[in-house]
DNA sequence: TTAGTAGTTATGTTCTACATAATAAATGTA
DNA sequence: TACATTTATTATGTAGAACATAACTACTAA
């Protein structure tokens, strides 16, 4: 092969600009409010259109590292990354095996939020589990949405609001796989009632155990070693 | 209030095409490799110039939902989330109630994937493990790098790519939060070499509790019930 | 039949112009 | 002097035209 010809950056100049940006914030540190130089200063340093710089710019508006506001000019912010992963986290689109990567790692969130949930559980969060998972007893029409409720509740009382959220957004996708894969909702031995009787009165081991036995029917299902492409 | 005046959308204009495409791309069902109309033909039937549909196309290129090829048009393609994620987790600007979800959030994976290890996990990773963990005990120089090589062949184990390339991410949060707070990397009392002896020879559970003591210095930091911000 | 050429089309990039909102400066009045 | 009002000024937001470029299509000529 030739060496002296260049890979031809094939990069359009947008996603040049906005690599260029990213570098240019680390290396000058900014910190959230910190002002950023002007469209069309930007443009100039950087050789490019206006137009170009500001398709960059949109990206980290739409990532939420930038806030503009007219005539004050562009300040950098916190980013909103549940936010951001959620305009990404589309089930339709995404490829299965990444689609069985997510359905896992709903699993491991479950099995490893036992320690935080004893740490911060609190006699009220305890009272309205065992409320929901009562209910579901009786009107027992959608599974699904017991589910969704329930466990929805075990991230709340983690205290974690990231974790919390994360896991809703991963809802759709291990529904969506439960469905692909045409699994029924089987139920593990351990219930939500028997959990909440474990959180209320077992040590965090018990809690685990109660757990995976709850999932058991998930874990089943799972691929065994087997290199996976 | 007046009831006939409008709350101004005040979101830009590129903001709004993002949205109306997104619905869009749901409601017509697109799937991976399905074409798209053209910018212009997206212009004229939202209203908009071209200018600012190029801004809100520049969005999801950047997710990888959309690519392009010039002369061919716009497609539909896997978006790549863990790659979206990376964009985002900038620790410097960061809010800290999220660095420190984040820090729990690895303490939640690293707790929660002994499942899937003991599912996944073959001969051959057990002996690279244990070279691993053999190797920090001689030249015991950098704890972190060896915390980072050992941990990270944990999540290579449980043959799930995307929770591997996650917890790469989670990295530099989780020095970040430690550096911040001015920890010690204190060890618990169950080493690297005593996790790889239970994962030979334990159960899950055993597993499980030495993890949990590994970590256990982490956890001890961690806040208290108290309903946080 | 096939190699090569020209034409067509959709994205990539640039430039200009103007609208708009928010700030700063200037002005006028009590 | 103090304060309210008006008038620039400036940076982002939007629009439109123009041309470059790559890739596909169809036609042409040997």
Redesign the interface.
Known sequence: MVNSIKPISSK?M??QV?QHL?EY??RE????GDALPTELELAASLGVSR?VV???L??F?????IETKKKTGMV??????VG??E????P????E??LQ??F??R??????????LY????PEDLDELEEIAAREVKGSNFRINTEIAFHGKLYEM??????KR?QTLLLPVFGYVVKLENKKYIAGKVTHQGLVKLLRKGT??DF??GM?SHLQPH?DR????K??G
Chains 1, 2 share one sequence.
């Open positions: 359009s947008a996603e906005e990213r914030f680390t540190s900014f910190k959230p137009n500001r398709e960059a949109s990206r508006k739409m990532l939420g590292i950098i912010s916190n980013p909103d990354i951001t992963l305009k990404v986290l589309a339709e689109i995404m490829d095996s990444t990567d997510l896992e790692l699993l491991v969130l479950e099995m490893g939020i036992a320690d935080l740490i911060r559980k609190t983690t205290g974690n609001e990231t974790l994360f965090p081991k685990k155990e995976l874990f799972l691929n065994p070693p290199k996976r």
